[in-house]
């Protein structure tokens, strides 16, 4: 009776595991360092800047980060504890599951919508990803930024906000 019993467990358990692992999208409290990414106000970005072409677009940061990696399908960025990486291609389908601790909103322009999620990863560590839609010169559009500073969140409002696409004057193309 004994084993029955710890085998019942075991299955109430592992049920409740799976079904912890099912749970639903839960934001993050207001006022977490996540909410600087969503905030309209952080939309422009501080001279002095550089900007970067990437495929069909420019995108602009605030001085200080250098290329480590550019291709006609990637553009990677880095500065001291932060990466910015830019890619397009066929679709990339961002974990269904969010974290906790996860910001999510999005903006119009046009007929193109940016869809920005930000993400907790631990107690010093941020994510940010960014997909625009639809497809832009027959491809898929992504940013991804890694960083520990809250001032990069920030900043990366004002990027998402500013990058451009000048071949199609700032509107997507389907």
């Not at 291709?71 to 932060?82: F, K, M, P, S, V």
Request: aromatic content about 10%.
């Amino acid at each position: 009776m004994l084993r029955t019993s710890s085998a019942g467990y075991l299955i109430l358990a592992a049920a409740g595991t799976v079904v912890g692992c099912n749970r639903p999208f839960v934001p993050a409290p207001f006022g977490t360092p996540l909410d600087a990414v969503c905030n309209p106000v952080n939309g422009s970005l501080v001279a002095p800047l550089d900007t970067f072409r990437f495929g069909p677009a420019d995108i602009p940061t605030a001085k200080g980060w250098t290329t480590n990696v550019a291709n006609a399908q990637e553009l990677e960025l880095r500065r001291i504890d932060a990466e910015l990486t830019v890619w397009r291609g066929s679709r990339f389908v961002f974990p269904a599951l969010a974290p906790r601790n996860t910001v999510r909103c999005s903006l119009a322009r046009g007929d193109t919508t940016i869809n920005i999620q930000a993400t907790r990863l631990n107690g010093f560590n941020y994510r940010v990803d960014v997909t625009w839609e639809p497809l832009i010169d027959g491809q898929y559009f992504y940013m991804q930024l890694h960083t520990r500073y809250v001032e990069h969140l920030r900043q990366m409002r004002g990027i998402i906000e500013n990058v451009r696409f000048p071949a199609d004057t700032g509107v997507a193309r389907r």
